[in-house]
């Protein structure tokens, strides 16, 4: 690229994220010639723009910068002429995934923020969302890169590739990073004397690493990370630190991502999360309490830095991944990144034109994955049964298709088949009526057949 003006959109810029974004663009204002970032919520989110927006142009000032910060509700005025938009929203804010978590788990059943019927949830509510921002983009910004940051940030992406259309499209998440330092903390060597590659896809990848002499330490890092006198420690601060079972980690040769543990060891997650349940503790009620906290921080007229705290609401590293993409397209700078984008052949066992999550440098024309090729038999049939979820509840958030829904929720390993799959999915439609636009046909049909349902949502959201 080779704009001196840049203009940034971010939308959910009301996020308790976003000073991790105003930090790191701060970081590289000697990379990144900005001139506007424009922060762009909804009504429901307004306080919190205005807050977390007040914040963002202290911390601009104290960097002695002349940026200009716009706060705006008009996400149209935001786009225009946008050389980059980031997207970190969520649909139906925090109270949504309570319902994603709590209504599963009052039957016994997992309840995730991107994982299970609460991940498949979160896709429902949003795909349609980041589709219509595709088209106002198509319009107002149409040589824009769109970051996208937003859960389920798989799904999420191949909706705005495959289906929006929008090419320039990277998704983005923090929990690669996390690995990365973890495994340069293991082994005692700098990151960048190590290399990685990551393949898989958004909270299902797997990874190797070579060291500068060409020695693969893959396996070294099991022993150090899962073996039989270690912890299994995890760097994510929003998931149950379950052990690992050694063995299985050695068989497959390759590192695991942290969420691997819900389909690894899915009894021990779901044990701890009905526990969380239960003491009315799950994790977007702690998550929701964290960031309540925050924003009284933020309110602080002389905070002009991004609070240590801000580390608990697990969203750590997340301008080392926005903002440093940000910079690499700009500048063709080809750092070595983890990126959601085209398969394109990178991963063999996955069709060709879907979304993977995998490592190459990301030079001014976009992403260049380095080449995977095949899975191990164990990790390749549970990772094509994921992807054929996923392209399944894409197909149903676009559409509307109960049936393609009912379908996701049978395939999803994490949630029982049956009469308990129609149970979740037509329970979580009546909870998020009023963010399920495309669902409307399917979701009448529910209140005038099924009044005992409505009835028990009504009753379990009431102790939020």
């Known amino acids: 690229m080779t704009r001196d003006a840049l203009k940034i959109a ?54 002695g910068l002349d940026w200009e910060v716009h706060l705006t509700l008009d996400r149209r005025a ?75 940030a798989g799904m999420v992406t191949e909706a705005a590739i495959k289906h929006g259309g929008w090419k320039k499209t990277a998704g983005l998440c923090n929990v690669p990073i996390g690995h990365r330092k973890q495994a340069a903390e293991k082994l005692g060597i700098p990151e960048e004397d190590l290399f990685f590659k990551f393949a898989g896809i958004n909270h299902f990848h797997w990874h190797r690493v070579w060291d500068k ?32 079972h050694y063995e299985q980690i050695k068989d497959l040769g ?32 702690v998550v929701k309490e964290t960031e309540a906290r925050l924003f009284e921080l933020y309110k602080d007229p002389n905070l002009d830095y991004k609070p240590k705290e801000l580390e608990q609401r697990g969203g750590t590293h997340y301008s080392d991944a926005a903002c440093e993409l940000i910079a690499s397209i700009h500048n063709d700078k080809r750092t070595d990144m983890v990126v959601s984008t085209e398969n394109n052949g990178t991963i063999t066992d996955l069709p060709y034109d879907c979304v993977v999550e995998v490592s190459g440098p990301v030079t001014a024309h976009g992403h260049e994955p380095y080449n995977w090729g095949a899975f191990p038999p164990a990790a390749r049939g549970i990772i094509q049964v994921m992807k054929g979820m996923e392209e399944t509840v894409i197909r ?25 799959a129609k149970t979740l999915l037509d329970e979580l439609l009546i909870a998020h009526k009023d963010h399920l636009p495309n669902f409307s046909d399917a979701i009448a049909k529910i209140e005038q057949e099924q009044p005992d349902t409505v009835a028990y949502v009504t009753e379990l959201m009431k102790s939020n």
Not at 396 to 420: K, Q
């Open 213 to 244: 002499q060409g020695k693969e330490r893959t396996q070294e890092l099991i022993d150090l990370i899962y073996g039989p006198q270690e912890d299994s420690e995890s760097h994510l601060k929003n998931i149950h630190n379950a052990p690992f």
């Open 254 to 285: 390759m590192l695991p991502c942290g969420y691997h543990r819900y389909y690894y060891i899915e009894d021990e997650m779901l044990k701890h999360s009905i526990e969380e349940f239960e003491k009315g503790e799950t994790r977007a009620q």
């Open 396 to 420: 149903a958030a676009i559409d509307g298709d109960y049936g393609a829904a009912l379908h996701a929720f049978t395939i999803n390993p994490l949630v029982p088949g049956g009469s308990m």
């Open 78 to 152: 935001a786009l225009k002429d946008a050389d980059f938009v980031s997207t970190q929203f969520r649909v139906g804010l925090l109270d949504a995934r309570i319902k994603d978590e709590r209504i599963p788990l009052s039957h016994g059943v997992l309840g995730q923020e991107t994982n299970g019927a609460g991940g498949m949830f979160k896709a429902f509510r949003t795909i349609p969302v980041i589709l219509g921002i595709i088209e106002d983009m198509k319009e107002l910004c149409p040589d824009a890169w769109l970051v996208n940051f937003t859960n389920p």
């Open 10 to 63: 971010t939308i959910g810029g009301g996020s308790s994220y976003t000073p991790e974004l105003i930090e790191g663009y701060i970081k590289r204002k000697d990379e990144l010639p900005i001139k506007e970032i424009w922060l762009v919520d909804i009504e429901e989110g307004k306080e919190k723009l205005e807050t977390v927006g007040a914040m963002a142009k202290r911390m601009v000032k104290a960097a």
